[in-house]
């Protein structure tokens, strides 16, 4: 275990330099090296003892949420009683009771087509696009492939596994059958041609065989169905065919009755034919369910193709035929349905989405016995269904499962582990008030497999954004995933008529109610969404319902860089000292609604319309503020880029492109509204170019007393939206930059857009085309083109090439805000005692520290004004790095001396005491706004203030640890010293970065933009663990990928599905225990009793020996090069199995022994039967003999 101490740090520089030199690391990863200043030295710090380290790290999956993505299979075991969904993307998902939800995918990743389970075996076998079978082994947690069988001169199309066979018949696009030993996985030598099938006569060919099946009544007797509407009942034993049925119309589907006297077939006229084995030359019932009839009795028109059938029996009532498609072409604008045909009574289940296809739950496993339907499962391309066929009105069963993940497009998350317990409670309290009714009663049907709490028992709590407006509380507990609580947050704004077209103020096209951004502090239940439309809203938490009004208010942010040409340090004074208080804020008068007349130039109003009637808001999140950004001279807000909030010093602060807002959320009020450029004051580390050569203006921001104060500082009461401060101004477009354009929807964010990292320069150029921000962010070592491209390409809407040309628009240094938080911390250098402060990072690598004088006391909050003062600012990024031509690197005198500035936009802060714990931002504890029993509206607040008091416990020192998309930094506080720099990559960039807590220590994990995930112990920035396992392809994963406590992180995989993942050693160890069980031993049920006679002459089939007919010593072997035969790994985890799975096998032997037993005994009873028949008979015949022995024969 490596100890650090914090006195060996360079000596030699200057007192004036803010931060260590560090050496450079190559790409992907540098060496950690200490730097400082004498002076940082002067003070002796105690050695810091780091426990973590390489061994604490492995990223594995853990599970995947949500609906499969782009389903195409569907299967059943109707005796284990789990579900298989197989996918276009080559994955299958198998469910089973909730909490037992299996995630695998084939490695060529080609379509599955066809799914089909070894009933109550505990194997599966998928037959996908590339022509291949595999067999999967699902007596493992994470199945495994057994076998996999290529065929090379064929495509599959069709296959079909009889109940309780090894021999899988597979249909094939020339017309051909074979067979495969599911055990050995080897092609039998038997093999029925089409042209054999097929009578000689016949001069085309059948087409591809889209059904097989084998007869319930004679496991013999197989039915192979062709495309072109062919039928033929094969008798495998004399290997010929026993019948033919044609039929005019292409064939999708058969089903057998169950006593294998008739099959029903669908055709793609829309028709359903019933055929009789005894009469095959033509149906003997012919129906359209859904054509019209026409009035001179011709037959009726045709539909749309009935793509699947099912015929099921029932004892005691009519049979059911379901079936999907099949509706009228003339009823273009109905939605695709499932039809159920109960005798005489027809019901049409309309569905939202297209149905891929669907399968019939009946009792019995046996095909020769009346099936007794009792629930339909249906596989939508976005959905998934169960009805419940017991009951009249079918209705649904109410799924367990959280595939509706989905049900808008997911546009951010956030996920939090290891979270206070109380909240899941409290969130599934106000959540289940909202639950929908109309479900069946019946427990859900899908219930096999087994699964328990395992050892991890925190809670944790995955938020998701969507494009709707929505935002959803999961309990993400024990690797499972329930939905606690749902809000609308586009209910605080007014809904747009149909009759009055778009907005005017609109600045997107779709989804203008988009969550881009969350903030949650699960102590305080403060929740801050970020909406695409550059809004911000503050919710409370609250347990009772209230109808109250929104309160609500107007920042005006805008960018004054062309404002300022060179200038002089006198114009503009610099920030106060410590001392300087900010005057009281006033209110401003005037118009509360400002609309600039000069043409159709829109100025000082919002994009979206916050409802200004009382508002009746249900238990749960309840809107306490609204804050917009608003038009500026015709251009539109930009989107908010970066969010935090704290509830102990009640402010919100959120940051674009143009600029920086904090708002006193407890007063209703805007405390700072201050462009970029503004907070540097005369210190602007950049030499920044105009963008139009006009004479400099008047500096917006007043000074009264050389204090510098808000042009937007205001109060506001509930209910009434105030604007801020009128500044008119000319239009501010330079030459060769476009007047704006339309934020990307976020429906178009869940395209899937290939990607490839070395086309993005920086993550700033990444995250414009993910969030469509319109801004420019200049790039010090690379000289780039901005190419706007045609609005309507929404996906590529933002593209940087690497051109050496420097545009007008190049030098337009917009620098963003990208990184917030609020914490206890030095404001100042060499300050003695922490005090409230917000951290501002920007995408220049720049961090600023703004001081924030709060009331002395709490009963002064409510009516003292908070103050906020920028202090000091850091330059963050390497000081050894430069571009050759010079151009990135610039002297600036600044008020803490000379630095470098460099690339690199700040992405995560977090704060170490100086034992290296993490520090946590203060919080109040969360008390009901609305509660019954509070009389006084100003009852005293319960803060938490993580720092101790006193400086004997905390020590006299912090470590601020910062990290960009390029590298991380380890500062000590007060001194702002720089103590150790990691170079995190030189060819990427970071995505997201965080510093989490695992195992009682913290680390910052970072996840790079070329695949690889890393973590680096702290304070040292060791490099713990670096590993390439997740490529970007495509921007969704950028847009979702989290990290979280205890190893966690999570992103979104597909659009419909969470992919979770741990990067913990611990985790990945305990997570077989946590896994659920796909197969549990369950005995099969027994067939009904066909009676003796019946049994002998029934005709059942059961003397059918499949092995002798197509083992290799009758049918020969198939040729080689007809199909490959490619042994399965079969997983380690499958020999795990194997050697943990004694009781399993115990169990099965002791099922396997009472079979046997009761079979014995079955035997023994039918022996008796029959000797005691013989000796009957003996005796009848004796007496007959008896009786006619002594006549003769002409006497009979």
Request: aromatic content about 8%; glycine content about 8%.
């Amino acid at each position: 275990m490596k100890k650090f101490n914090f006195r060996k740090v360079l000596d030699g520089l200057t007192a004036s330099s803010p931060g260590g030199s560090a050496g450079g690391g190559g790409a992907g990863g540098g060496s950690a090296h200490p730097g400082g200043t004498a002076g940082a030295a002067g003070t002796p710090r105690e050695e810091i003892q780091e426990t973590l380290t390489s061994d604490y790290f492995q990223i594995c999956k853990t599970v995947r949420h949500g609906f499969p993505y782009l389903p195409t299979a569907l299967a059943f075991d109707p005796v284990q009683k789990i579900l298989a969904i197989g996918t276009r993307t080559g994955a299958i998902r198998i469910l089973g009771r909730p909490g037992v939800d299996c995630y695998c995918q084939h490695e060529s990743g080609a379509a599955v087509l066809q799914l089909q389970f070894l009933i109550n075996e505990g194997a599966l076998v998928s037959a996908c696009a590339d022509d291949t079978l595999h067999l999967w082994n699902l007596r493992q947690k994470r199945p495994a492939i057994l076998h996999s069988l290529k065929f090379n001169r064929e495509r599959i199309t069709y296959c079909h596994l009889p109940f309780q066979s090894k021999w899988l018949y597979v249909g094939t696009e020339r017309g051909n059958t074979h067979i495969v030993n599911i055990e050995s996985f080897i092609l039998s030598g038997y093999v029925i041609m089409w042209n054999k099938a097929i009578e000689l006569s016949t001069k085309t060919h059948p087409g591809p065989v889209v059904h097989l099946s084998d007869s319930p009544r004679d496991e013999g007797k197989l039915l192979i169905g062709y495309e072109n509407g062919t039928v033929v009942f094969w008798d495998l034993r004399s290997k010929r065919a026993d019948l033919r049925a044609y039929y005019d119309e292409a064939i999708h589907s058969v089903a057998w009755h169950h006593e294998g006297k008739q099959f029903m077939c669908s055709h793609s006229d829309g028709s359903l034919t019933l055929w009789n084995l005894k009469s095959p030359n033509r149906p003997f019932q012919t129906t359209i369910p859904h054509g019209k009839i026409q009035r001179d009795g011709k037959k009726p028109e045709s539909c749309k193709p009935i793509l699947k059938v099912e015929y099921k029996t029932c004892k005691n009532s009519e049979p059911f035929v379901i079936f999907s498609g099949g509706l009228s072409y003339d009823k273009a604008c109905r939605r695709p349905s499932l039809t159920i045909m109960h005798g005489k009574a027809i019901t049409v289940l309309e569905m939202d989405h297209p149905i891929v296809d669907f399968l019939t739950l009946c009792e019995t496993p046996y095909p020769n016995e009346f099936q007794e339907p009792y629930a339909v499962v249906v596989l939508l391309e976005k959905d998934l269904i169960v009805v419940d066929l017991t009951q009249s009105n079918f209705p649904i069963f109410e799924n367990p499962y959280p595939i509706d993940i989905h049900e808008s497009p997911v546009t951010c998350t956030e996920y939090f582990a290891d979270c206070p317990p109380d909240l899941i409670p409290v969130l599934y309290s106000v959540g289940a008030k909202h639950k929908k009714q109309g479900y069946s009663n019946k427990e859900w049907p899908i219930s096999g497999g087994a699964w328990n709490l395992g050892a991890q028992t925190y809670p944790e709590i995955i938020i998701t954004g969507h494009a709707d407006g929505s935002v959803k509380f999961w309990d993400a507990s024990a690797i499972t995933l329930q939905m606690l609580y749902k809000l609308k947050t586009s209910k605080v704004f007014e809904k747009q008529k149909p009759g009055e077209g778009k907005a005017t103020a609109e600045i997107v096209e779709e989804d203008p109610f988009a969550v881009q951004m969350m903030y949650w502090c699960p102590e305080s239940r403060i929740f801050c969404v970020a909406g695409v439309s550059a809004y911000v809203v503050v919710y409370r938490f609250s347990k009772h319902e209230v109808n109250t009004e929104i309160a609500s208010l107007e920042v005006r942010l805008q960018y004054e860089v062309e404002d300022i040409i060179t200038p002089e340090p006198e114009i503009i004074p610099q920030f106060p000292d410590a001392s300087s208080q900010l005057p009281s804020l006033k209110s401003l008068s005037g118009s509360t609604n400002t609309v600039a007349c000069e043409g159709m130039m829109k100025d000082s109003i919002p994009c979206l319309s916050v409802k200004t009637r009382p508002v009746r808001m249900p238990p749960g999140y309840q809107a306490d503020l609204v804050i917009q950004l608003v038009w500026v001279d015709g251009e539109p807000p930009q989107q908010i880029t970066s969010l935090a909030v704290n509830s102990a010093y009640g402010l919100v602060a959120f940051g674009n492109c143009n600029g920086l807002a904090v708002v006193d959320f407890m007063q209703k009020t805007v405390l700072l509204s201050m462009g970029t450029l503004e907070l540097y004051g005369s210190s602007d580390p950049y030499q920044r170019q105009p963008r139009s050569p006009r004479k400099s203006k008047q500096f917006a921001a007043d000074h009264v007393n050389g204090h510098c104060t808000s042009p937007t500082s205001q109060s506001c009461s509930s209910g009434k939206r105030l604007s801020s401060a009128d500044v008119s101004k000319a239009n501010r477009r330079g030459p060769g930059r476009p007047p704006f354009r339309k934020a990307q929807s976020a429906a178009c964010m869940e395209i899937s857009l290939p990607v490839t990292t070395e086309g993005y320069i920086s993550r700033r150029a990444m995250l414009q085309q993910l969030h469509g921000i319109s801004s420019f962010s200049h790039d010090e070592r690379h000289c780039t083109a901005h190419t706007w491209m045609n609005k309507e390409n929404r996906e590529n809407s933002f593209s940087r090439s690497r051109s050496s040309s420097v545009s007008s628009i190049d030098r337009d240094s917009k620098e963003a805000i990208t990184a917030l938080y609020f914490m206890e911390s030095f404001a100042r250098k060499n300050d003695s005692a922490v005090s409230p402060c917000l951290w501002v990072g920007t995408g220049l690598g720049m961090v600023l520290i703004l001081s924030l004088n709060l009331p002395a006391s709490d009963d002064l909050r409510q009516s003292e004004p908070v103050m906020v003062s920028p202090s000091v600012w850091l330059s963050f990024l390497s000081e050894g790095c430069r571009e050759a031509e010079g151009s990135s690197g610039k002297e600036t005198q600044m008020l803490a001396g000379t630095v470098l500035t460099l690339k690199g936009a700040v992405l995560t802060f977090a704060c170490l005491d100086c034992t290296g714990t993490l520090i946590h931002p203060p919080y109040e504890v969360w008390r009901d706004p609305h509660s019954a029993d509070d009389g006084e509206k100003t009852r005293k607040r319960k803060l938490v203030m993580h720092s101790p008091s006193s400086s004997q416990d905390m020590g006299d020192h912090q470590f601020a640890v910062i990290c960009s998309e390029k590298q991380a930094k380890v500062f000590s506080l007060p001194s702002q010293t720089c103590l150790y720099v990691h170079n995190i990559t030189e060819t990427s960039f970071l995505l997201q970065a965080d510093v989490v807590t695992l195992c009682n220590s913290v680390c910052l994990a970072c996840f790079c933009a070329n695949g690889h995930i890393m973590t680096l112990s702290l304070p040292s920035l060791r490099p713990l663990l670096d590993i390439n396992y997740l490529p970007v392809t495509d921007m969704r994963i950028a847009r979702t990928f989290c990290f979280s406590n205890e190893g966690q992180a999570l992103y979104l995989s597909s659009p419909t599905e969470i992919q979770r993942l741990t990067y913990s050693q611990e985790m990945c160890d305990n997570l077989q225990d946590m896994l659920g069980d796909l197969f549990t031993p369950v005995e099969t049920p027994e067939a009904q009793n066909r009676g003796f006679l019946k049994g002998l002459f029934g005709g059942s089939g059961q003397a059918f020996d499949r092995e002798e007919l197509f083992g290799e010593a009758t049918a020969g072997k198939a040729s080689r090069s007809l199909a490959q035969h490619i042994p399965g790994s079969g997983g380690i985890e499958g020999v795990r199995g194997a050697a943990g799975g004694v009781i399993g096998d115990l169990t099965r032997a002791r099922i396997a022994l009472d079979e046997r037993g009761q079979k014995l005994g079955e035997l023994d009873e039918r022996t008796a039967s029959m000797m005691a028949s013989a000796e009957a008979f003996s005796k009848h015949a004796h007496e007959v003999m008896l009786k006619y022995k002594d006549k003769k024969w002409y006497q009979f």
